[in-house]
């Protein structure tokens, strides 16, 4: 069956530092996720720690927050057919060294930690997400 989903998208600190914004938005656009909104921003630790509170528990809480507040990210809607599931595995899997080869965090990924991208992961977390950070009037499909 197919569905449309819009799903969000962060290329981390690690990659924007890197300029790899560009690298990275070609692998979604070559397996035809379109990116409907888009912003460079920086997040403060206080703004980090909020969209990651789901982890709030989580050893590596503080230093994923310390992380994501360290450089600019880009943030992003990308839409397409099931594009919540499309998107992780575009991504690849959490720690690059279990990664599938031609996955970003394959490619790109420093660390389990530094991995260079974000994606929802149900299609409740990012409706949850891009209000977060997108008003429906910034969605431009
Ligand atoms: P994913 O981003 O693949 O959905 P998780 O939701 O489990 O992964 O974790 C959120 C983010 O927290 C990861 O992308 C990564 O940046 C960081 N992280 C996860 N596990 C670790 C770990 N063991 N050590 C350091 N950072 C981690
Ligand atoms: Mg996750």
């Known amino acids: 069956m197919s569905t ?9 600190p690690d990659a924007t530092r890197r300029n790899l914004t560009g690298k990275i938005n070609s692998k979604f656009e070559s ?29 590596f809480f503080d230093e994923l927050c ?3 507040a360290s450089a600019p ?5 990308l839409a397409g057919e099931n594009a919540i599931l499309k998107n992780r595995e575009i991504m690849g899997a959490t720690d690059p060294a279990e990664a599938l080869s031609g996955t970003i965090r394959a490619e790109f990924a420093n660390s389990i930690g530094e991995n260079s991208v974000h994606g929802s992961d149900s299609a409740e977390t990012a409706t949850q997400e891009i209000a977060y950070f997108f008003s429906g009037l910034e969605l431009v499909g």
Do not use: G, N
């Not at 449309?4 to 981390?12: A, G, P, Y």
């Not at 990210?73 to 809607?77: G, P, R």
């Open 4 to 12: 449309q989903q819009h799903t969000l998208s962060i290329i981390k």
């Open 73 to 77: 990210i880009v943030v992003q809607v």
């Open 31 to 59: 397996a035809d996720l379109r990116i409907i909104a888009q912003k460079r921003v920086q997040l403060s630790k206080l703004q980090a720690e909020k969209f990651y509170e789901v982890h709030k528990d989580r050893p």
């Open 66 to 68: 310390t992380f994501m």
